[in-house]
């Protein structure tokens, strides 16, 4: 397979030159501080950088947060002088969107390298703009020669593990950005509204972890205004906002975004909060996530807002984006021998049937933001997942993957691979009728990567319903041990032009590669 240089991007200078850099401190920096109407007199800025996000080879979505009221203005060019720029004149940047706008390229080329920069226009006076902050992306290709590279994983800022800047804040996202992706597919627990980052936690050993701190952060999230301070938070982050600069993302939701294991309908029995509706929170998170992420399929792009979707990458690679919290039924002990709602929903499910199905792609990535046969428990008896610990035939949400499973075996639809993180170690299943229940079913592996900036924690054990056999696991022997004590884990995906091999990479914080597994395209059982 050929190999991508592992190394910083040229073109590097110039995405960080339009960065505004923000530093590292214990005290609330004045970029995170008073809201933007109350900024001083003069040009907009764009402090909290710039993202681009669900790109594909003639489009994609590029987002940036004002200080004030502003229009934003992107360029684009095919060069890092931006001689002749394209430029595109995006939305009126005001409260009603917490000063954050998205802005759709159309039109690109495939296959390119799209340098872009965004302008934020004084409303009244467009000639007064800001300095402008830079960014870059590469567009899908169409042909297949072309090589693939992703990464993916998940959970930030969690179980009290902020920003450190004794640690020189998130700096697994630089050591992602040097591996020069295509994009990064953030698997779920973008944030965690229900943990407050407080200034400082003692470890084991005795020293003490710092963390930068906002007002927002202090609580758990229930306001709009705190959901977007969550969201705000991990921006605050230098390595964090030189990744987005330089890849774009995918972006999926999971738990934490709302609250710890909530599912619709949830009436919550935690004092911490004063608004037990937890659809009421998760309206809120669900409008400052689509403020704070380029998503195609959430307003302003889309009125109706949903967070799956399928994004093509070009001839090699569909991925299919779920959302597994959405549409799901209450979590319970999930033995019911029928279940129509399940973890999907049924409508999210024919969905995917009929996407993957039309799928001409060579390898289908079905974006997962809870593992298949990993038992994830909610409290003593009921569940959080798809798997219930009972290693016998289907039940409970497993009647609804068991569906799935056997719709991609009888419609012959090969090259699905599962990505997944949640669970706070790192981890490969292969899964096989040969060892399952339930047998109606082609061979598939399930690859398992995070956190990213959050607490490790031990393994629990496999469901044998659908016959998981775990080739590879690296887990922390006790709970919620910080990023001091335990390393940070991304997974790696590389799509070789050639061959169409994937091979995927298993990579902890510092450089390690724990475990690495080639695919080869077009068959089944692998």
Known sequence: MSQRQPSPSPRRRSVLRGSLAVPAALAVPALAGAAPSLALSGRPKAGWGVQAGDVTAHAGLVWVRSDRPARMIVETSATESFRNPQRWRGPLLGPDTDFTGTTRLRGLPAGEQIHYRVLLADPDDPRRTGKPVTGTFRTTPKGRKQDVRFLWSGDIAGQGWGINPDRGGYRVFEEMRRRNPDFFLCSGDNIYADGPILP???????????????????????????????????????????????????????????RNNWYPGQIL???????????????????AFSEYFPVSTLPPGDEDGRVHRVLRHGPLLDVFVLDMRTYRNANSPNRQPADATGILGARQLAWLKRELSRSRAVWKVIASDMPLGIVVSDGRENFEAVAQGDPGAPLGRELQIAELLRHIKHRKITGTVWLTADVHYTSAQHYDPSRAAFKDFAPFWEFVSGPLAAG?????????????????????????????????????????????????????????????KVLQPGRVGQ
Do not use: C, M
């Not at 006790?478 to 091999?501: K, L, M, W």
């Open 200 to 258: 400082s936690v003692t470890l084991p050993d005795g020293t003490v972890w710092r963390n930068v701190t906002t007002e927002e952060k202090s609580k758990v999230a229930e306001s709009l205004k705190e959901f977007r301070g969550a969201f705000r938070y991990n921006l605050l982050d230098d390595n964090l906002r030189r990744f987005n600069a330089q890849v774009p993302s995918i972006v999926q939701w999971d738990d934490h975004e709302v």
């Open 456 to 516: 490790g924690f031990p393994a629990t054990k496999l469901d044998g319903t659908f016959g998981p056999e775990q080739k590879f696991i690296k887990a922390p022997g006790r709970a919620n041990t910080s990023p001091a004590e335990t390393p940070q884990y991304f997974g790696e995906v590389d799509i070789d032009g050639g061959s169409g091999e994937l091979t995927v990479r298993l990579r902890q914080e510092g450089g390690g590669v724990l475990f690495t």
């Open 269 to 287: 029995d935690d004092p911490r909060y004063t608004e037990k509706n937890v659809d009421v929170l998760a309206g809120r998170s669900l409008r």
